[in-house]
Antibody, heavy 120, light 105 residues
Framework: QVQLVHSGAEVRKPGASVRVSCQAS????????IHWVRHAPRQGLQWMGR????????NYAQEFQDRVSMTVDTSINTVYMELNRLTSEDTAIYYC?????????????WGQGTLVSVSS | IQMTQSPSSLSAFLGDSVTITCRAS??????LAWYQQKPGKVPEVLIF???TLQPGVPSRFSGSGSGTEFTLTISSLQPEDAATYYC?????????FGQGTKVEI
């Protein structure tokens, strides 16, 4: 079965960077986009971007374009999301999610999420 | 393209039928999914392609719509349906979510 396993919770100071990982198993890793979505306290779900492991191509949401980077290590079936210049508004749970297929791009599996806390 | 859900919250009784509406600011054909997120849990897909039930999802959940107007209906509300429900468009980037509808029972 599909599994997406996140790295552990992180605490950062404002202005710092954070990198969250998501390790996939149970399917052909290279063939499906992985998306990143965050859920801030008292907010809704916010799409951040996606990466295709086969080639590393990315699409980023405009609001994160200048400070997010998504990368992949196919040798260990892991994708990474790095967010720079953190502020308190970046405190959120960050999820990776697998795209169902190239023809149906909803998210059929989600990781358990990584809590990122930003505080001075 | 913006996705607007209504209502933002609702309260209903066990056994009731409830409907949540999602409107897209531009036509998205049927590229619409619904997710359920229970408190402290990971979102899970209920419906994709506007009306196709994800395997394993109870049949009391149903979706309809095309273009700009979509609905999620939960018939015969159960205690485990207490959650926040999000619509999402996925025809093209960005993959926009609605702001969510909190369902209390």
């Amino acid at each position: 079965q599909v599994q997406l396993v996140h790295s552990g919770a992180e605490v950062r100071k404002p202005g710092a960077s954070v990198r969250v990982s998501c390790q996939a198993s149970g399917y052909t890793f290279s063939a499906y986009y992985i998306h990143w979505v965050r859920h801030a306290p008292r907010q809704g779900l916010q799409w951040m971007g996606r990466i295709i492991p086969n080639g590393g191509g990315t699409n980023y949401a405009q609001e994160f374009q200048d400070r997010v980077s998504m990368t992949v290590d196919t040798s260990i079936n892991t994708v990474y999301m790095e967010l720079n210049r953190l502020t308190s508004e970046d405190t959120a749970i960050y999820y990776c999610a697998k795209e169902a297929s190239h023809r149906s791009r909803y998210f059929d599996s989600w990781g358990q999420g990584t809590l990122v806390s930003v505080s001075s | 393209i913006q996705m607007t859900q209504s209502p933002s919250s609702l309260s209903a009784f066990l056994g009731d039928s409830v409907t949540i509406t999602c409107r897209a600011s531009q036509g998205i054909a049927n590229y619409l999914a619904w997710y359920q997120q229970k408190p402290g849990k990971v979102p899970e897909v209920l419906i994709f392609a506007s009306s196709t039930l994800q395997p394993g999802v109870p049949s009391r959940f149903s979706g309809s719509g095309s273009g700009t107007e979509f609905t999620l209906t939960i018939s015969s509300l159960q205690p485990e349906d207490a959650a926040t429900y999000y619509c999402q468009r996925y025809n093209t980037a960005p993959w926009t979510f609605g702001q969510g509808t909190k369902v209390e029972i």
